[in-house]
Structure formats: C-alpha cells, structure tokens
C-alpha cells in the first residue's frame, strides 16, 4: 500500500480519484483542495505520488510541482487536467511532472497502469537518492567536514581538480586515505558515470604485470587461453587509480609513460593499439623525487603523474578531526553490523586523543570496529580498545613507569593533552627529544603543541 495525495478544486473528482485509488488499488489517500493545502500536507507527512490538477487557486499546478520537487526530488507527479491544452502538458513535464492524464478519466486501466509505473519510478529514483548518500558517506570517509587546516585544504584542492580531466598524485602515509580521495574526485568529477578502476601497484604480479595493465591477446603467454582486456581498458570512461605506483617495476613505468602520452594501450600479444579515455589518479607513501634520485623512479614518468599534486596529512597532524572521524567509523560499524549505535564514552575518547595512530584513519577504523565487537552495552569505553595505549599507561617505545596517572573523574582532552605534555618534559629533565619519544611524537609536532599550550618552550 502506498500513500498517495490527490489536489483538485473540484470535490467530485477528488472523491471518485480516492475511491478508485482506495478500494480498487488499496492505496492510502489524503485529499487536497488547492495548492496551498498540498504543499502544507507535503511538509507535514510523506507521500509517495501525487496526483494534481493544474488550474486551481491560490496555488496552481505547476508552481506546487516546482515547491514540491524542490523539497523532495524523488517525489513522481502526476498531472490532471481537463484543459487538454499541449502548451499546459509541456509546461508540466519541463516543471518535473512525471506524467499527464486529461480528465475526465474513461480508463481504469490506464489510470492503474499509470500510478503503477509513477510509484515503481519513486521507489527506484528514493533508491538511487539513498545510495548516492551512502556513497557519499563512504567516500567522503577520512574527509568528512574537516576542521583541521591540512585536511580541509586536502579536501579543497581535490573537490577544486575533479572538474577537470587533469592527472592527480596523491601523497601520504599508509592509511591516510588515499584511495577514498580517489574516489572522492571520481565521483565529484564528469567521469563519476563511469567506472572507477584501482589498481595496487605493489601486488602486481611481475611476470602478469604488463598484461593486468594494458590486456592481452589468446596465447600472448601459457595460461592465456583467451584475450582479456586490462585494467586501462576496463576503466575506459571513467577513472584509474594507480595505487602505490612508487612500487611499480622500472620496466613497466616506460611502459606506463608511453600509454599516458599517447593515450593508447597495445594488448601484450597484438600489433594493434586501442585509443583509451581514461583519467589517472596514481597515489604512494613513497618520496618520489627520492627515489627518482636512487634511480627506483623514471624521472619523466614523475613530471608526468605530478600535474596536480594533493598531500593527505596524518592523523596525527589532525586531531581536531579524530572526534568527529570516530563517531562516523562508530555510526558506520554500527549500521553493517545491524546493532544499535553505540555512545563513545569520555575515557575511550581520551584513550583515542592520546594514541599517536601509526597506522592513521585505517587503524581508527579497525580499532573502532574491534570496540564494537567487544561492546555488547550502550556505551564503548576505554577497556574496548585493546592494545590502544591508554591515558596512564606507557607509549611505546616508552619506559615501563607512567608518564602521568588518570584522574578517577577524567579530565578534558585538551587538559589531558596538556598534562601529559608537562608530565614527559619533568620525565626528560626538559629534554624535548626525551619528551617526544616518550610521548611517542616526532619534535616538530611536540614543538607545535608546547606553543599551543604556552609552555615556554
């Protein structure tokens, strides 16, 4: 049963519409006088089509279409009328009516034909519309309204050159989310119709390589009994993200060269090239101007992928994020795993201020996700997170004493932060390389936070 809202001026086509919708189809109906009636039903519940006249008072057909998509995109209208002129079904259509139906209305069958295939186009169109939220959600991920200067700059250059077809490098650790911007600028850009193809560059088998990239032919190599195309191929049309191409072979980057600078692949096994549309997005952890200095990297082939260069900072550099990043992993894991959604309490948020996040974003994640398999309650708290070095506790590398006991109440991050600081310095006689490792922080960002606090140093 759907809920359908019928707007007509006139009662008697309004009651004979309800009637046949009500006991013929079994939907539920609600009705509506003129516009203005509509849209204030259409702002207090949901529907899932409506059927409307076009010349009414107060609020006429087209101007309720237009207000009504305008709050909900997905909504399918259907328009009746008994004017029958074309200029009003034209207007109809181009407003984002769904259909037109000329009244009075001789065909039962048509009309259920009709409300059929406008209820099936909403589902479908509500479908879509939920999807592209959760895609959404999944690729803005690391990114997710970021408060932090580096992160929010990140976000900005990669949302500024997906409107274009330029070549992208990413730079960042392991775990900073690369591959989500990746996706983040596919999906953002002219191509996000079309197919996002990634590519680990370090699994690449050496002997398979050239074919995984660019095809091959039936009998190009033993095993290859038939012709496949390659990932290039494959991602014609739309993106290919080249991850960790600081790892691929020497050989294969003069092969990767040629394809970026002539926009066309040769299949290992034919004498035949393929014209190629597709827009590169390669990634590394690497420090390719170094390697091209070790001679790991062809120099031409780095000028050639670092058109338009984006650096993810780590987690580390971002705590302002690190809140806001855990409660999305937590409503996220939550939701895939069918359970009600967990709170984060202040001790477990405190133990995840004060971890260093080797592993970044990718290890917060799977912290996350571990607290929620141990959580069976109402609330994740610091127990639930393992081996996270806790607030109290030694970092690594650290001596077996603790920097600083917990207060039983706890106390806020940024005093947390605070403390913790002043306690490594006393430890490290005021040494602050001491303090930095004890703290388990490179000097640059220790320096960094005794400025934020003042502490003199």
Same mark, same amino acid.
Not at 225 to 243: I, P, Q, W
Not at 384 to 393: I, V
Not at 426 to 429: H, V
């Given at each position: 049963?759907?809920?359908?809202?019928v707007?007509?001026?006139?009662?008697?086509?309004?009651?004979?519409?309800?009637?046949l919708?009500?006991?013929?189809?079994?939907?539920?109906?609600?009705?509506?006088?003129?516009g203005?009636?509509?849209?204030?039903?259409?702002?207090?519940?949901?529907?899932?089509?409506?059927?409307?006249?076009?010349l009414?008072?107060?609020?006429?057909?087209?101007?309720?279409?237009?207000?009504?998509?305008?709050?909900?995109?997905?909504?399918?209208?259907?328009?009746?009328?008994?004017?029958?002129?074309?200029r009003?079904?034209v207007?109809a259509?181009?407003?984002?009516?769904?259909?037109?139906?000329?009244?009075?209305?001789?065909?039962?069958?048509?009309?259920?034909?009709?409300?059929?295939?406008a209820?099936?186009?909403?589902?479908?169109?509500?479908?879509?519309?939920?999807?592209?939220?959760?895609?959404?959600?999944?690729?803005?991920?690391?990114?997710?309204?970021?408060?932090?200067?580096?992160?929010?700059?990140?976000?900005?250059?990669?949302?500024?050159?997906?409107?274009?077809?330029?070549?992208?490098?990413?730079? @960042?650790?392991s775990?900073?989310?690369k591959?989500?911007l990746?996706?983040?600028?596919?999906?953002?850009?002219?191509?996000?119709?079309?197919?996002?193809? @990634?590519?680990?560059?370090?699994?690449?088998?050496?002997?398979?390589?050239?074919?995984?990239l660019?095809?091959?032919?039936?009998?190009a190599?033993?095993?290859?009994?038939?012709?496949?195309?390659?990932?290039?191929?494959?991602?014609?049309?739309?993106?290919?993200?080249?991850?960790?191409?600081?790892?691929?072979?020497?050989?294969?980057?003069?092969k990767?060269?040629?394809?970026?600078?002539?926009?066309?692949?040769?299949?290992?096994?034919?004498d035949r090239t393929k014209?190629?549309?597709?827009?590169?997005?390669?990634?590394?952890?690497?420090?390719?101007?170094?390697?091209?200095?070790?001679?790991?990297?062809r120099?031409?082939?780095?000028?050639?992928?670092?058109?338009?260069?984006?650096?993810?900072?780590?987690?580390?550099?971002?705590?302002e994020?690190?809140?806001?990043?855990?409660?999305?992993?937590?409503?996220?894991?939550?939701?895939q795993?069918g359970?009600?959604?967990?709170?984060l309490?202040?001790?477990?948020?405190?133990?995840?201020?004060?971890?260093?996040?080797?592993?970044?974003?990718?290890?917060?994640?799977?912290?996350?996700?571990?607290?929620?398999?141990?959580c069976?309650g109402?609330?994740?708290?610091?127990?639930?997170?393992?081996?996270?070095?806790?607030?109290?506790?030694?970092?690594?590398?650290?001596?077996?004493?603790?920097?600083?006991?917990?207060?039983?109440g706890?106390?806020?991050?940024?005093?947390l932060?605070?403390?913790?600081?002043?306690?490594?310095l006393?430890?490290?006689?005021g040494?602050?390389a001491?303090?930095a490792?004890?703290?388990?922080?490179?000097r640059?960002?220790?320096?960094?936070?005794?400025?934020?606090?003042?502490?003199?140093?």
């Open positions: 049963m759907s809920r359908i809202l707007v007509d001026d006139e009662s008697a086509v309004r009651a004979s519409l309800a009637e919708l009500a006991e013929r189809l079994g939907h539920e109906v609600v009705e509506a006088r003129d203005v009636e509509a849209f204030e039903a259409l702002q207090r519940e949901s529907f899932d089509l409506v059927l409307a006249d076009l009414m008072p107060r609020l006429g057909g087209i101007e309720l279409i237009q207000r009504a998509l305008q709050r909900t995109p997905e909504l399918p209208i259907v328009v009746i009328s008994g004017t029958g002129r074309f009003d079904v207007d259509l181009r407003a984002g009516a769904y259909d037109f139906l000329q009244k009075p209305i001789a065909d039962l069958d048509e009309l259920e034909a009709l409300v059929a295939r209820l099936e186009r909403g589902r479908l169109r509500r479908e879509n519309a939920s999807l592209r939220d959760e895609v959404e959600q999944r690729v803005a991920g690391p990114f997710l309204a970021p408060r932090s200067p580096a992160a929010r700059e990140a976000l900005q250059l990669a949302e500024r050159v997906a409107r274009t077809t330029t070549t992208v490098l990413l730079l @960042g650790e775990g900073t989310g591959e989500v990746a996706r983040r600028i596919h999906a953002l850009s002219e191509r996000a119709r079309g197919p996002f193809v @990634g590519v680990n560059c370090a699994a690449l088998p050496p002997d398979l390589a050239e074919a995984e660019f095809g091959h032919e039936r009998g190599f033993t095993g290859a009994d038939r012709a496949r195309a390659g990932r290039f191929e494959s991602a014609h049309g739309g993106t290919l993200f080249l991850d960790e191409i600081g790892e691929m072979p020497l050989a294969l980057q003069a990767l060269l040629r394809v970026l600078q002539e926009r066309e692949i040769q299949p290992l096994g034919s014209r190629i549309d597709v827009r590169v997005i390669a990634a590394t952890h690497r420090d390719l101007e170094a390697e091209v200095r070790a001679g790991r990297f120099e031409d082939l780095y000028y050639r992928i670092r058109v338009f260069v984006v650096r993810l900072p780590p987690l580390r550099e971002r705590s994020d690190l809140p806001e990043l855990a409660e999305h992993f937590v409503a996220r894991c939550a939701a795993m359970r009600a959604r967990p709170s309490a202040p001790d477990a948020l405190a133990a995840l201020q004060a971890h260093t996040w080797p592993g970044n974003v990718r290890e917060l994640e799977n912290a996350i996700e571990r607290a929620l398999i141990l069976e109402e609330r994740i708290d610091a127990r639930h997170l393992g081996a996270l070095a806790l607030p109290g506790r030694a970092r690594s590398g650290a001596s077996s004493s603790a920097i600083f006991e917990l207060p039983p706890g106390m806020p991050l940024a005093e932060e605070r403390v913790a600081i002043e306690s490594a006393r430890q490290a006689g040494n602050v001491e303090a490792r004890l703290l388990d922080l490179d640059g960002t220790l320096r960094h936070r005794l400025r934020k606090y003042g502490l003199g140093r």
